[in-house]
């Protein structure tokens, strides 16, 4: 949160406001994952050891998005199903 200061000066410029930043929010752990399945496959487990759920980008061999099921077994592990077998990489942040 920051905190506003008022500052009168003479005209032309009637209100000059001045912010004072608050203090710095926790830093993420900036940690990634790629992993890549060469074999297409309809399941993708995922052994990250990342320490959180992440967010999950798949991407075809083509390098095209591709919809899942994202399933977070654990902090460390992911499951990603796919209707039919793909193969690619998915992208763990």
Request: aromatic share 4%.
């Amino acid at each position: 949160m920051s905190e506003v200061v008022e500052v009168l000066v003479p005209s032309p410029v009637s209100v000059v406001e001045v912010l004072i930043p608050g203090p710095q929010g926790p830093g993420g752990s900036g940690s990634a994952f790629t992993f890549t399945q060469a074999s297409a496959a309809t399941t993708w487990t995922i052994n990250h050891n990342l320490g959180v759920r992440p967010v999950v980008t798949v991407l075809s061999v083509g390098g095209m998005e591709v919809e899942a099921e994202v399933t977070h077994t654990s902090i460390n592990q992911t499951v990603v199903n796919f209707v039919t077998a793909t193969a690619g990489t998915a992208r763990l942040v």
